[in-house]
């Protein structure tokens, strides 16, 4: 199983921009596929984006889609999670995951700690 830490969050203001980062640990990094979910107060935990191990294909939630952008450097063991043009609604609680298998939608296994990030009006 990989550790996974996040980091980046913070806050800005609304159309500014973050990236986020996400440290694995172990090996066997480039064989997974990673992703980023979010969760907001009182909601449930929601996909955002993912980059799959094999060919790199990326996969992004419609509510951000031409605003972040997911990449991977399998050299450093690091995804990361370029976020633009944010917004108030992208406010939330942002988690790193890898999944096995290589391809998309492959089974979570492994959860970060988490980062926040406050977009504010």
């Known amino acids: 199983q990989v550790q996974l830490v996040e980091s980046g969050g913070g806050l800005v203001q609304a159309g500014g921009s973050l990236r986020l980062s996400c440290a694995a640990s172990?090996?066997?990094?480039?064989?997974?596929?990673m992703g980023w979910f979010r969760q907001q107060p009182g909601k449930e935990r929601e996909f955002v984006t993912a980059?799959?191990?094999?060919?790199?294909?990326?996969y992004y939630a419609d509510s951000v889609k031409g605003r972040f952008t997911i990449s991977r450097d399998n050299a450093k063991n690091t995804v990361y999670l370029q976020m633009n043009s944010l917004k108030p609604d992208d406010t939330a609680v942002y988690y790193c995951?890898?999944?096995?298998?290589?391809?998309?939608?492959?089974?979570?296994?492994?959860w970060g700690q988490g980062t926040q990030v406050t977009v504010s009006s």
């Open positions: 995951a890898a999944g096995s298998g290589g391809f998309y939608p492959p089974d979570w296994r492994s």
């Open positions: 172990g090996r066997t990094f480039s064989s997974y596929t």
């Open positions: 980059i799959t191990s094999i060919l790199g294909r990326t």
